[in-house]
């Protein structure tokens, strides 16, 4: 969310107004995550959906339509979304199953708990 809030005090004085949006999402990327998984080649996604974040995210500030610019940052917001999506599931993948029980709960417990995340 701290992504979305940055932005929108350039776009929007409320930043309240996008995001259901933003929240709508993240639905999306976690579906398309679960089933293109096993199509995709793994580089090749994370590295498209980086890029894709990548340049919409500065590009929705120098777009002068806010139309477009909510567009363009909720379309970062989904690539962000999924390439987390993506990283999360394939670097756990590479650990054997006694790290990645450890590994999986301390994520969640870190996206759910405020004492773990960067962000405060």
């Keep these: 969310m ?18 259901p949006p933003n929240i709508l999402s993240q639905l999306p990327a976690t579906l398309a995550t679960i089933f293109l998984r096993g199509k995709l080649r793994r580089k090749d996604t994370v590295a498209g959906l980086a890029l ?18 909510i567009a363009l940052e909720i379309v970062s917001f989904f690539s962000t979304h999924a390439t ?10 590479l650990f054997p199953t006694c790290f990645r029980n450890s590994a999986v709960s301390l994520v969640r417990q870190g996206r759910c708990s405020p004492e773990f ?3 405060r």
């Design 84 to 93: 987390f999506d993506f990283l999360s599931i394939y670097t756990l993948e």
């Design 117 to 119: 995340s960067a962000q």
């Design 52 to 69: 894709l974040s990548g340049i919409c995210c500065p590009a929705s500030m120098f777009v002068r339509w806010k139309g477009l610019q």
């Design 2 to 19: 701290g992504l979305s809030y940055g932005i929108k005090s350039a776009i929007i004085p409320n930043p309240k107004i996008p995001l």
